[in-house]
């Protein structure tokens, strides 16, 4: 196990703010408000408000237990669980396997990082007239990847190698209330807009017999598991930089309320945007009569919108992409801290270093997304987001479910008695948690 000199937060306030910061990302602001959009509305969000809490937020505790008991990486902490040296050699594997999902994901979301950091330079180069800039910043090619994501990758190893305190959680504290207020004012402006209500209709007033779709339970389980960024070790690691006094069913509780919050205000901004842009002749279906979800929407719909308001409309662009560059990055920083923590705790390198190798790694395989872009994307989003998140989250579950002991557990809630937590939790995860995942992966294979 670690050292007593490990990192910590500074607090219960900092941990939820990096915490959050890692579970709201492009997944919220995108992924959300694209799925509802695509799912029919507001029967999505009922669904999906529903697995967070049955699935996705039991499986959060079970990260969080695992990291503030072990007080270790992925690897190391699965790695020294049970008492059996098999059970122990297939928690290092599976511990590995964590990490390398991790940090393939982060390499396909440095590359969408970089879209929004481009993106949001659009404006400013619109505003002077720079059109051939204007116009190179919003097409995609490789070299426009390569260089954003690498400037995104940069960013996040830049607040990584501060370390825990210093970097991590300075940062969230500096980024997540300014998104808020972003999202909040953009909100406002959307809510003013003809047309708006339309979309507010479809997301408040679900249309029931949506809700038997056995799709929107597939899909509504990824985008659960995505958004709180589970399955890869990431919640793992910070919860192990939790003080050991701050209680933790309440703690995650805050923070998988905060991202559920954070995608329902998104949802709030954009649907109804989608509506206003249909209202100013914007076409917002396809030719299959869905409405345009996706990078449509994002890259064709909203900008659309946006550039039909003049030069405010500019503004609301950039605003609107800063936005989901800061959330993009208040979670990368949290999937780089899973390859880095290991090389750091196992391999007993210096942060600095850990950091530039694993960053160099991880930009290496954004490069080649970004060149084999139609090969690889869509292949590396599907096997690291619906395989492997589900299937570690099935793990983690068992781990903490049967390999914890019960006097373990009471220790690491923290100080307060949570009786009901006690008895529910334990029982839950054992069985029930990762049945209903397995039952809804299997479901979705067949599909
Ligand atoms: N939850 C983040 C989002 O919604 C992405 C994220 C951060 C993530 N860390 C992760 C996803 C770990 C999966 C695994 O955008």
Redesign the pocket.
Known sequence: MASASRPQFSGRLGFVMAAAG???????IW?FPTQTAGNGGGAFVVVYCVLVFLLAYPALMAELIIGRYRRANIVTALGGMGSHALVRRFGKGVGLYGVLT?SL?LAF?SLVGGWMLAHTLQPAFALIRADSGATWLTTQTPWRDIIFSGLFAGLTAAIVSAGVKQGIERWARRLMPLLITLMLLLALYVWSLEGAETGLKMLLLPDPSGLTNPSLLISAMGQAF???????G?MLIYGSYLSPDDSLPATGAIVAGVDTGIALLAGLLIIPAIFAAQHLGIVIYGEDGTLHSGPKLIFNTLPALFSSIGNTGLALAAIFFALLSI??LT?SI??LEVPVAYLEESLSLSRKRAVAIAGSVIFSASILIALYFDQLFGFVVTFT?QYN?AILGIVLCLFSGWLLHREHLLKVLGKKEYRLFNTIWPVYVRFVCPLLIALIFVHSLRG
């Open positions: 890692s579970a709201v990302g492009l997944g919220n992924g991790a994901i979301y995505f958004s709180l960024s589970l399955g890869v990431t959330a993009a979670s949290s999937m987001t998140q």
